[in-house]
């Protein structure tokens, strides 16, 4: 819960400054607000560090807190490039592909909802949402 308020703190803080400049920044904050910000991503990317900071707090499993912040450093670099180029979302489509597939192999043999269950559920949303985005791409005529 944490990162999300300071990201969003960051987020306005910034948007308010860039207004504040005025005709100084005009060109950056004509950037900065047209630029869509892919929260759905962020918000993955949080769940998924925070996933592997809980199982080692927990359970002092170290391997997991390595592959939570591993693979929510991965999310979160996709969400910025996803938020940066709506058309990027390579690196985001193979970190939430890759969690659905382990975490879902997880579940399968353990049948139990936490954590692998709303794990391989989330990632599942995410490839969803990504695999939408592919498809609304419009096709480049030449």
Known sequence: MFPCVLLVLVVS?????????GG????????ATNMSVD????????????????????AGSVPSLAAGLLFGGLAGFGAYQISNDPN??????????????????????????MPAGLMAGAS?????????????KPAVSS
């Open 124 to 136: 599942l949303l995410m490839v969803g949402k990504l695999s939408l985005a592919l498809l609304r």
């Open 39 to 58: 929260w759905i991503g962020y918000g993955y990317a949080t769940l998924v560090a925070s996933g592997g900071v809980v199982g080692y707090v927990k």
């Open 88 to 113: 990027n979302v390579w690196v985001s489509l193979a970190t939430s592909g890759a969690l659905s597939a382990i975490m879902g192999k997880r579940f399968y043999g353990s049948r139990k909802f």
């Open 24 to 31: 100084f920044l005009s060109n950056s904050s004509a950037l």
């Open 13 to 21: 803080n910034s948007s308010v400054s860039h207004q504040e400049a």
